[in-house]
């Protein structure tokens, strides 16, 4: 039998580890108070200033982004986000200095003097300050993180994003035009295609007398190739097709101006690197025109497989993907060279030109499809070329572009092959900064660049190229008429030829909004015939 001393021991041996295992519990949940607290509150102080960086250097919405992130991200540039990093730092010190100044005091006053309080109810209850403060604390960090969510849902539009989304359309069925199913004739000789996309090539860049925002036409090259060719706009100058849902970006403004519907893959899906096959139930120019014998090239001065470009375009038409890697390995650039995105549009309209030699000699008829980059947010790339006349660093790069673009048509004019081709100039996307852009300029209402050179057209004087309202889609079946193709209905996708009387379908529909609004909406069909 136990001595009383002995059980008595025992009991406080037990109570001591109880108490030792308390303490433990106990500083594991400060620790992961700390950590927990440290993330909300770093998220909620630096997400204000992160968003308002995003708000002047990108227009971009949460599904631009949601779809750059989930897509094959190989060969960007990331250099921009420094901006971002340098934006949010003095609000992430200030926070980790008042993060570190809370530690001390709760080290001080709760860990060294252990203060309380007491209350008066029945009798006297001791009653420890320290999870008061802690709830406090935590409290005042989620409302701060709620507060910074609604001033980002506000900017990036993830409310209207996921709301859209929740919604149904019949679009898709109701008036979509499937190629396959459709005839696409040729009334004698089918030209030759020369499809050059503009980085973020808008009309804003031209002066308002022109039809844009600036005091200086920054782009008169371009501002009098559309003047003396045909190019479609929205009002009675110079304009252009209004961005719609899922165009927005370059990789969806390639598939929609392409394959006459909007980008609008699922998001959990969207990591196009991942799947065998890019969008296998779209049929596209670059299918059509596989199938009529032409031989396709896609160049690029970045990685062609950044957001799934090089599979898309080998997959569906297949196109040679001539890009970074490309230059490197045909001596135009060294094995260590890269600015930008890759190479400078100076050396990219240079491989232009010896590649439209090379594939004019073949004989055989030919789509050479471009893809510049010096015009790329934030602010564009100041080449060697590029003077330094307007303060703006935009400006300069714009005045270079054009003047790059338009020396490239003068040679084209000057080869045999020009009079068998068409020459399509076509900006992808409205820019995603600010630069040079109003604020009240909205980016929905800003209009994209096009022009068509050489096109196919019986009496161009009868065509109605002012005051229309079109989206990219309709570029898909234009593009096909403007090389001499002849469409059934004259509509492919959800595009119109814009070559023929019929209405684009968002004159159908009423305008802008009223499309918009419904491919932002889930389709069913989209779900099931193209992905």
């Known amino acids: 039998m136990k001595s009383f001393r002995e059980i008595q021991g025992a009991r406080q041996v037990k109570k001591g580890e109880g108490n030792a295992v308390a303490g433990v519990l106990k500083k594991t949940a400060i620790v992961l108070f700390y950590m927990v607290f440290a993330v909300i509150g770093l998220v909620a102080f630096t997400a ?228 065998s096959v890019f969008a296998p139930g779209v049929t596209n120019l670059g299918d059509l025109l596989e199938e009529c014998g032409y031989t396709q090239e896609f160049l690029c001065g970045s990685d062609g497989n950044f957001a799934g470009r090089a599979d898309y375009f080998q997959q569906h038409g297949n196109y040679r993907i001539f890009d970074y890697s490309t230059a490197i390995e045909e001596g135009y650039i060294a094995p260590d060279y890269k600015v930008w995105w890759g190479f400078e549009d100076s050396i990219l309209y240079d491989i232009a030109k010896d590649e439209l030699t090379r594939l004019a000699a073949d004989h055989a ?78 980016r929905e209402s800003r209009t994209v660049y096009n022009a068509f050179i050489n096109a196919d057209v019986d009496d161009a004087e009868m065509l109605r190229t002012r005051n229309r309202d079109f989206a990219p889609m309709d570029m898909f079946p234009t593009v096909l008429s403007a090389m001499g193709f002849r469409i059934e209905g004259d509509r492919l996708g959800l595009g119109t030829n814009l070559f023929s009387a019929r209405d684009t379908l968002m004159e159908e529909m009423g305008g802008f909004e009223n499309l918009n609004s419904e491919l932002k909406k889930h389709s069913v069909y989209y779900v099931n015939h193209f992905y």
């Open 48 to 275: 204000r200033p992160v968003t308002d960086w995003t708000k002047e250097n990108f227009g971009v919405t949460i599904q631009e982004i949601l779809f750059t992130v989930k897509s094959p991200m190989k060969g960007a540039d990331t250099g921009f986000l420094k901006g971002a990093l340098l934006e949010a730092k003095p609000d992430a010190v200030l926070f980790l200095v008042l993060l570190a100044g809370g530690v001390i005091c709760d080290r001080l006053i709760f860990g060294r003097l252990r203060i309380c309080i007491k209350i008066r109810l029945k009798k006297w209850h001791d009653i420890n300050v320290r999870p008061v403060c802690y709830c406090m604390a935590l409290g005042a960090a989620l409302l701060s993180l709620h507060g910074a969510y609604n001033y980002l849902d506000e900017i990036l539009k993830i409310s209207d994003y996921l709301e859209k989304r929740a919604e149904r359309t019949e679009i898709y069925e109701n008036y979509y035009t499937d190629p396959l199913e459709t005839e696409i004739t040729s009334s004698g000789s089918i030209k030759n295609l020369i499809y050059i996309y503009l980085e973020s090539m808008e009309t804003a860049c031209a002066s308002a007398a022109a039809g844009g925002y600036q005091e200086t036409d920054y782009i008169p090259g371009l501002t009098a190739i559309a003047n003396e060719n045909i190019s479609f706009s929205d009002g009675s100058g110079l304009g252009g097709w209004r961005a719609v849902d899922g165009s927005t970006w370059t990789m969806g403004a390639l598939f929609s101006t392409t394959a006459g519907i909007p980008f609008a893959f699922p998001i959990k899906g969207n990591t196009m690197g991942e799947r």
């Open 365 to 442: 008829p030919f789509n050479f499809t471009m893809l510049t980059v010096d015009t790329h947010h934030v602010g564009g790339y100041v080449c060697d070329l590029c003077g330094n006349v307007y303060q703006d660093q935009l400006a300069n790069v714009l005045v270079c572009a054009d003047s790059l673009l338009r020396d490239f048509v003068e040679w084209c004019k000057g080869q045999d092959f020009y009079e068998d081709t068409v020459i399509v100039i076509s900006g992808d996307h409205p820019r995603m900064d600010t630069c040079l852009v109003p604020e009240e300029a909205e």
